[in-house]
């Protein structure tokens, strides 16, 4: 299988089809769910999106997403965290073929979440998560209660729980001077959003 199959096959798979939530979005609630990967699947398929292996990271970068080539750039994966990572540079993939207006804090904690709910549902150990995705871990408690209980609808992140891991990625050295830092947030002429060119 190659990493493309592989990368098609996750987001076709049980779990993303499981994954949905809302969080707070421009004055409204943004929904993640299976659509947002059945779209970046069928854009790889119709070569609107490529899979490019490489290992040329960064330090502490495992994957990236490039918004302007609209490349999952990814080491060939691996096992279940290799699989959350890509789940995470799918959910950034997402925001930049629909051109969503979020910031790039939003946007990094709404991938950290999906990474860490795909853990959790195929048992990977959080002792194996990167640190960002140990911090989503509340809201991705409350997401999986809802689940479990059986309650219909969509669930929506919690609110203390959403504000800390924005914190936590707003302030984290990886995104700290990037559209995803501090200071894209609040200075007013900082560009705070990745490049979404559909």
Sequence with gaps: MT?????????????????RFTFPLNGANFTIDRRTFAKVAHAIVHNKISVTVTNAFPPGVGAQYSGATNTILTPPVFGRWAEATIMHESTHAAFDI?????????????????????????????????????????????????????????PAVDAASWLAIRAVVALHPIYFNGPAGLPAQIIPWVNNQYTHNG
Excluded at 143 to 149: E, G, K, P, R, V
């Design 3 to 19: 990493t493309r199959q592989h990368v098609l096959r996750i987001l076709r798979g049980h779990e993303a089809s499981r994954i």
């Design 98 to 154: 629909a051109k969503t207006p979020v910031s790039g804090m939003d946007e990094e904690a709404a991938a950290y979440v999906v990474g860490a709910l795909y853990s959790r549902m195929t048992g990977l150990k959080m002792s194996r998560w990167s640190p960002n995705t140990q911090a989503a871990r509340g809201v991705v408690n409350h997401i999986l209660h809802h689940y479990a209980i059986g309650a219909s609808g969509i």
